[in-house]
């Protein structure tokens, strides 16, 4: 009894987390200018929309893992790979141009 519940709990868990993944990679793919796609020497937007959209579609209408498995792969190699080139050849990196040691009131120097 008590498996059947917990079973169930992790059912509903991940059909969120992987829904509201499929989602955010979808927005993100929609708000990107198609000429970037092409900048960036990615797929073409309308792809990665079809794509990410057929994946929020079966994962809404067809729970199943293996369906939403290869979805969250799907949403993973967008955000992961073309989001980032994507704001890379639109200058949506890192904003004021700084580097990485940055702290709040300007560069790190380690004491010096």
């Known amino acids: ?7 169930s709990l992790l059912n509903l868990v ?3 987390v992987f829904t509201g993944f499929a989602v955010t990679a979808l927005v993100f793919a ?3 200018r198609e000429d970037a796609y092409r900048a960036a020497d990615k797929q073409t937007k309308k792809f ?17 893992l293996f ?12 955000m992961v790979d073309v989001r980032p080139a994507l704001a890379q050849v639109s200058g949506g990196g890192r904003r004021g141009g700084g580097s990485s040691s940055d702290g ?3 560069p790190y ?3 010096r």
């Open 48 to 64: 990665w929309l079809i794509l990410l959209g057929v994946n929020l579609v079966l994962n809404l209408l067809l729970p199943m």
């Open 14 to 16: 991940m059909f969120l």
């Open 67 to 78: 369906l939403q498995i290869a979805g969250v792969i799907a949403a993973i190699v967008f």
């Open 104 to 106: 709040p009131y300007g």
């Open 30 to 32: 929609a708000m990107a």
């Open 1 to 7: 009894m008590l498996r059947a519940g917990f079973d």
């Open 109 to 111: 120097n380690g004491g």
